[in-house]
């Protein structure tokens, strides 16, 4: 059972650089979620999307697009990464919006800018 | 936005020994979540108390909330080598909000 699949793992970008984080869940989940961790900071809400075809800013919104690409796939995609975007990003699902659903993540992929 | 605070931020304790960790928070909710993240990996979810409830057990897990003091507490009794890792606390409201967590080692 995969669960939540991140990819890439690790990537090194330049200043300026664009690329996208790919989330993909086997779950059949509706919700689907992008945090950011930093060191001491807990995560923080990037975006997320409640259902397909829906997707709503988060706290740290600014700096990331995203798109559900259908029910599966959520990406997150930063058009011009600067250093402050250094971080680990975990997607999540979960099966409904009903806030007593547990989220299922993946296991990261760490990001470094320089 | 709301977030859950943590403490203590860092715990070592010897195998064999209780861990409690505590979570306090400023505004209403809806309920209270735990999760473990073992390094290098995602979260995983390990326990929910909703607000109307004020203990609750899974394991050798048990969680308390005390809602008129805004704080719950995670307590791990018996705790093994394996339950090194990062404990947090997430408050959901409209959405869900961590906490920074509380690094637990565990030595054998």
């Known amino acids: 059972n995969a669960g939540v699949t991140q990819t890439p793992k690790f990537q090194v970008l330049k200043t300026g650089q664009s690329m996208t984080l790919q989330c993909a869940q086997d779950m059949n989940h509706n919700s689907m979620y992008w945090y950011r961790q930093d060191p001491g900071m807990g995560l923080r809400l990037i975006y997320y999307s409640a259902s397909e075809g829906t997707t709503d800013k988060g706290e740290v919104p600014n700096g990331y697009n995203v798109s559900r690409l259908n029910k599966r796939e959520f990406s997150l995609r930063l058009e011009s990464a600067a250093p402050s975007q250094t971080s680990v990003y975990f997607c999540a699902s979960r099966a409904g919006q009903g806030n007593e659903q547990p989220q299922h993540f993946g296991d990261g992929t760490r990001l470094s800018i320089l | 936005s709301q977030q859950g605070e943590e403490d203590p931020q860092a715990l070592s304790i010897q195998e064999g020994e209780n861990a409690t960790m505590n979570c306090s928070y400023k505004?209403?909710?809806?309920?209270l979540q735990w999760y473990r993240q073992n390094s290098g990996r995602g979260l995983v979810h390990l326990i929910l108390i909703r607000s109307n409830e004020r203990e609750k057990h899974s394991g050798r897990l048990r969680v308390t909330l005390d809602t008129s003091k805004k704080s719950s507490s995670l307590l791990i009794t018996a705790s093994r080598a394996a339950d090194t890792a990062s404990y947090f606390c997430?408050?959901?409201?409209?959405?869900?909000?961590f906490g920074g967590g509380t690094r637990v080692l565990v030595k054998p």
């Open positions: 997430a408050l959901a409201g409209n959405k869900l909000t």
């Open positions: 505004t209403s909710i809806n309920n």
